[in-house]
């Protein structure tokens, strides 16, 4: 069992920065891969960044491709996502979320534990 809290959301005008934390329980952080997933209001669950157990690789959604930064600290159990030149379209709740056996990390049906959210808007 992997119980998952984010922070760091808030409030930000656009073109600002902001870093999400997701902290983890457990002794078993670093057997898994690691996602962030965000919902906007009315829209489906999507695919942010994911990065493997080692932090040796990482994959983005073309959306956030340049502008966000997902990384790990094993020793903490915790993983980051750095979110520069926010714009208004990355409004939403974002999520972290752990997988067991990561094959298609972009897709959510595949993570184990999910975190309760984090509300991130953007102000144009």
């Known amino acids: 069992q992997v119980q998952l809290v984010e922070s760091g959301g808030g409030l930000v005008q656009a073109g600002g920065s902001l870093r999400l934390s997701c902290a983890a329980s457990g002794r078993t952080f670093s057997s898994y891969a690691m996602g962030w997933f965000r919902q906007a209001p009315g829209k489906e669950r999507e695919f942010v960044a994911a990065i493997n157990r080692s932090g040796g690789s990482t994959f983005y959604a073309n959306s956030v491709k340049g502008r966000f930064t997902i990384s790990r600290d094993n020793a903490k159990n915790t993983v980051y996502l750095q979110m520069i030149s926010l714009k208004p379209e990355d409004t939403a709740v974002y999520y972290c979320?752990?997988?067991?056996?990561?094959?298609?990390?972009?897709?959510?049906?595949?993570?184990?534990?999910w975190g309760q959210g984090a509300q991130v808007a953007v102000a144009s």
């Open positions: 979320a752990a997988d067991a056996k990561p094959v298609r990390i972009f897709l959510a049906s595949e993570y184990d534990y």
